[in-house]
């Protein structure tokens, strides 16, 4: 059953002892008894399914929970994986955004049977974009808006290329959003459904934006790449693509690896047979709209994309 | 074009740049064609290619003529603009 099935009693009870999410490829259970937890998951993660029985295999476990003795004084929300406890606790308050920095750190600590690049991944007309970047490159923002443009959402924070065929496996989850391009989407797209703004993280004010009942629904339909880009937003630049070699983008890439190095000569291979398929450029926008209509273009004119560089 | 110089060291030919990757010291580099061919020709000189590879970023004292052979070809690659060393 999907999670928008159950009504918050029956979320709380199940998730007070552990509860399967299916965030595809894998499963994750998730056990919480904070309330914001339980809340957010009903926003953000309600057209996914929940897995009650026992039968499924689990890839991660996970545990958000508070110490009791804690309440009455800066009371702080505590991330368990496996039973350890990988990071120190944070406040309360960021229960959620830490269960979404906690999973995203699983994955690229665990998973070595992919390469994981650090981008968002989305797809229009079985073209997919890896959009690899630094924090605060602008690639979230520009992700959000792509998804909430009619494009499909594979991921946000990771791609993850398969290594004997080198398409792209999807995880879609929530986009992550922060300070400014929280309300620069909820501008950009007024039906959009955010769940709570948790303020004063590390990251400053951090918001998720749900993902489309499409992307989860196709979150097994893998893609090949076809573009690599290379955002930057910089306020009132012109947009500029500008296309960079192939050997510069696998050494750019191999630098927004997580796990580059663990795979060795596997992951030299595919991050160049990924980039073989594709075409690589540097991107500077300004504007969400203009770069939505020059990915459009990239996508219609497909294999005579000289007449659309800027 | 894929070529396994010798145990984990690859190299890969991407529209005409040369891409090289050391499994042994973590490092993936941009070859010019000429320095591709002077390491090859090294490297039939029975020289390491991958401690050649490992001297791009750092400063490890070179013992022997062999190694101090390699590291002024290095350094002079670099001058030239032949190797361009990113991690």
Known sequence: MKIKEYN?????????????????PFIVNIQSS???VTKSIECLYSDYELITDDTSFTDFYVNICSRLFRWGYKPQARFYTDGRQPFLPLPLSQAFPFFEWGLN????????TRLIIHSAVVEKNSQVFIFPGIPGAGKSTLCAALINRGWRLLSDEMAMVDL???QVTPIVRPVGLKNESIDIIKSFAPDAVFGK????????????????IKSVEQSTKKGVCRWVIFPEYVPNAKLQLVPISSAESVLKLAGNSFNYNVLGGAGFEALCSLVEKSESFSFTYSCLDEAIMKFNELVEKDGNTHSVYL | ????????????????????YSALTNETIILDETAFYLLESLKNEK???SSLLSLFSSD??????TKNLLKFFLEDFIKRGFVRVYC
């Open chain 2, 1 to 20: 074009m894929f070529y396994i110089l010798q145990d984990n060291v690859y190299l890969r030919i991407l529209e005409g740049e040369y891409l090289a």
């Open chain 1, 105 to 112: 750190w699983c994955i690229a600590q665990y998973i070595n």
């Open chain 2, 60 to 65: 490890k004292a070179s013992r022997g003529d």
């Open chain 2, 47 to 49: 020289c390491c290619f």
């Open chain 1, 34 to 36: 904070l309330p914001e």
């Open chain 1, 8 to 24: 918050r009693k029956e979320l709380k009870a199940i998730f007070n002892k552990g509860g399967n999410i299916v965030i595809s």
């Open chain 1, 197 to 212: 703004s948790f303020l004063d993280t590390s990251k400053g004010t951090v918001a998720h934006l749900k993902p489309s």
């Open chain 1, 164 to 166: 004997d065929n080198y």
